[in-house]
């Protein structure tokens, strides 16, 4: 069935460098991407978000790149904190089909001081 | 900033009990949402809900269980006769449009003795 997969479970970064996540989904349908936070005990967390017909998006401290081509998303954050040690999961959907989001498996962002 | 919230935060009942997980959605929104997440695997869709009805289930959510927005404010998602595997992180969220942001809640945990 399609799914949306990430590569690296756990991520441990130093406090300062850049951090990125990887993701790749295998519904070439879907349009419209987005990233979560989740901190321990808490719901996930909007990060950033990127529809289908662009490549890149950037926000305070994060991008998101889009790879069509070969359906891989990445979030990049940059001078990564203390504060942004967390799951992070990427998200995929179909917009025509709704508000149902098919979620990844999470990254694991350790922040080292 | 209005966020959705949910009670209880954490429930622990026997196998074979009926439970009731309440969220209060952001007030302008109109769509719903219930999601869960057994510990340690990735978030998966159970249900939306727009215009007291549903408009979308996964597999998971069968006749067991059930959505209902029985006033203005609440959104309720109830397990008529829990089970083990039942125990995990239920995160209700809900989006101005169908297409918009999903806010999510903190969670209710349940676990099932």
């Known amino acids: 069935g399609e799914s949306v997969g990430l590569h690296l479970p756990t991520l441990s970064v130093q406090e300062g460098d850049n951090s990125i996540i990887n993701c790749a989904y295998s519904?070439?349908?879907?349009?419209?991407f987005i990233w979560y936070k989740q901190e321990s005990g808490k719901g996930p967390q909007f990060i950033i978000d990127?529809?289908?017909?662009?490549d890149k998006r950037q926000g305070q401290r994060v991008t998101v790149l889009l790879n069509k081509t070969v359906k891989h998303l990445s979030l990049q954050i940059a001078a990564t904190q203390p504060g942004d040690s967390a799951v992070y999961f990427c998200?995929?959907?179909?917009?025509?089909?709704?508000?149902?989001?098919?979620f990844g498996g999470g990254t694991r962002v350790l922040v080292k001081p | 900033e209005p966020e959705v919230t949910q009670t209880p935060s954490h429930q622990v009942t026997q196998m074979g009990q009926e439970v009731i997980l309440r969220c209060v959605p952001i007030?302008?929104?109109?769509?719903f949402y219930w999601y869960r997440q057994i510990l340690g695997q990735k978030v998966e869709f159970l249900v939306s809900?727009?215009?007291?009805?549903?408009?979308?289930k996964s597999e998971i959510f069968d006749d067991q269980f059930s959505v209902e927005r029985p006033d203005g404010s609440n959104f309720t998602l109830k397990i008529r006769s829990t089970k083990l595997e039942d125990s995990a992180m239920y995160f209700c969220a809900s989006s101005p449009d169908v297409t918009g942001e999903l806010f999510f809640g903190e969670g209710s945990r349940l676990t099932v003795l």
């Open positions: 519904n070439s349908a879907s349009d419209y």
């Open positions: 809900f727009y215009n007291n009805e549903i408009s979308e």
């Open positions: 007030s302008n929104h109109l769509y």
């Open positions: 998200a995929e959907k179909l917009r025509a089909a709704g508000n149902k989001l098919t």
């Open positions: 990127i529809r289908s017909n662009m």
